[in-house]
T-cell receptor, first 112, second 113 residues
């Protein structure tokens, strides 16, 4: 049972480039989340999903898009990367809402 | 939406002493309050949680207390050890249909040997 996995671990992007951060969980959790964590700060919710085909915006969704075609996968798309998107991105999953969230190892993204 | 405030932002204690971190929340409908520990460069990991129908929960050296009337909850670590040094985050559920978590800003705990 791998839990929540994320790829890549590190990435450097140039301003204006695009990329997709991958997230997969093997716990059959319905709920999945994307957070960003800026240096020395807490976790800010970007997008979340309550099941395949259902996504919704969190606190800081601008500049990002998500999709949820399967229970297992919840990719995060960055279009036209900006320096303000430099951060560590964590994916998480939980069985239901209002329950324990299990985090992936994170992706450290730098936009130059 | 939910607002979670966490204090202090940094905390230094001597090894063997106790540490207390406090959080307040705004949404009276919140009913789940987890605490996460994040070591440098690692993912947040759940260390203890409490639900609104319980006032206190303990797991070895770690305990959490909840005061629903005052809308605050606290993490207590006794007999601190150097490996307790980390950033600790509290969180509370929102009242939205997905009941997502809102996190506090974190407390950097340093245990001095």
């Amino acid at each position: 049972n791998a839990g929540v996995t994320q790829t890549p671990k590190f990435r450097i992007l140039k301003i204006g480039q695009s990329m997709t951060l991958q997230c997969t969980q093997d716990m059959n959790h319905n709920y999945m989340y994307w957070y960003r964590q800026d240096p020395g700060m807490g976790l800010k919710l970007i997008y979340y999903s309550v099941g395949a085909g259902i996504t919704d915006k969190g606190e800081v969704p601008n500049g990002y898009n998500v999709s949820r075609s399967t229970t297992e996968d919840f990719p995060l798309r960055l279009e036209l990367a900006a320096p303000s998107q430099t951060s560590v991105y964590f994916c998480a999953s939980s069985p239901t809402g209002g329950d324990t969230q299990y985090f992936g190892p994170g992706t450290r993204l730098t936009v130059l | 939406g939910e607002n979670v405030e966490q204090h202090p932002s940094t905390l230094s204690v001597q090894e063997g002493d106790s540490a207390v971190i406090k959080c307040t929340y705004s949404d009276s409908a919140s009913n789940y309050f987890p605490w996460y520990k994040q070591e440098l460069g690692k993912r947040p990991q759940l260390i203890i949680d409490i639900r609104s129908n319980v006032g206190e929960k303990k797991d070895q050296r770690i305990a959490v207390t909840l005061n629903k009337t005052a809308k605050h909850f606290s993490l207590h670590i006794t007999e601190t050890q150097p490996e307790d040094s980390a950033v600790y985050f509290c969180a509370a559920t929102s009242s939205g249909s997905a009941r997502q978590l809102t996190f506090g800003s974190g407390t950097q705990l340093t245990v001095l040997p």
